[in-house]
């Protein structure tokens, strides 16, 4: 489904991140990560990710720098979260896909390809 597709992770659980990855190389992904903190996950945009899969709150706060830093390089994400957006996001990025938790990873890797495919157009 991802067919070489790098998807940045940023989540701080450490079994949640896992599964993420292992589910990202199933579909033939790439994953960049986890990233546990907000700092880390800049510095991973600055490996041109094709998407971004975001958990709501990392170590050092929400996730609201990073999926800004990821809408002004039009890059798709999805927010991977038991809390939903940080406020501050929903009133910035009210279109921004939540799938909360818990749920299957499945799904959350059909939304980012999804959102990757919609922004790439028709093939």
């Not at 989540?11 to 990233?35: C, F, K, S, V, Y």
């Not at 939903?84 to 980012?112: C, E, F, M, N």
Request: glycine letters at 8%; proline letters at 8%.
């Amino acid at each position: 489904m991802l067919s070489g597709k790098r998807i940045l992770v940023a989540e701080d659980n450490d079994w949640i991140a896992e599964a993420l990855i292992q589910t990202i190389t199933e579909h033939r992904g790439i994953a960049l990560g986890p990233a546990q903190t907000n700092v880390r996950a800049l510095a991973l945009i600055a490996e041109h990710p094709d998407g971004a899969i975001l958990d709501g709150n990392l170590l050092d706060g929400p996730i609201t720098p990073v999926a800004r830093a990821l809408c002004d390089k039009s890059i798709p994400l999805v927010v991977f979260t038991g809390a939903g957006l940080p406020a501050d996001l929903q009133r910035s990025h009210p279109g921004i896909t939540v799938i909360l938790k818990p749920s299957p990873y499945d799904t959350v890797i059909r939304a980012i390809t999804e959102h990757m495919r919609h922004l790439s157009g028709p093939d």
